[in-house]
């Protein structure tokens, strides 16, 4: 069974800084696309960063904020969040993917709280 485990989510305040992880078992991590969800409450699920062979891609919404970044010889793909908003809020999800549709596996989600 694939698994996808996030770690790193807490409670920041507005301006701080957040690194999630993303560690994945029992598949080919360097085929697969890794990528970033989250959703805030009341919202629906909105994907933030995408990584594919070298490839990355943000929403407009968290350019030049987050960076996306992974280590395909530790399965771990990571999400540097500077620079946070309270808009920023959600529960985030770590996926993988593999072809050019839906994402294939979804972690359990790391609630990221930015408030004062």
């Known amino acids: 069974q694939v698994q996808l485990v996030e770690s790193g989510g807490g409670l920041v305040q507005p301006g701080g800084s957040l690194r999630l992880s993303c560690a994945a078992s029992?598949?080919?991590?360097?085929?697969?696309?890794m990528g970033w969800y989250r959703q805030a409450p009341g919202k629906q699920r909105e994907l933030v960063a995408t990584?594919?062979?070298?490839?990355?891609n943000y929403a407009d919404s968290v350019k030049g904020r987050f960076t996306i970044s992974r280590d395909n010889a530790k399965n771990t793909v990571y999400l540097q969040m500077s620079s946070l908003k309270p808009e920023d809020t959600a529960v985030y999800y770590c996926?993988?993917?593999?072809?050019?549709?839906?994402?294939?596996?979804w972690g359990q989600g790391t609630q990221v709280t930015v408030s004062s």
């Open positions: 029992r598949i080919i991590f360097s085929i697969y696309a």
């Open positions: 990584i594919s062979r070298g490839r990355l």
């Open positions: 996926t993988a993917t593999v072809g050019s549709g839906q994402p294939d596996y």
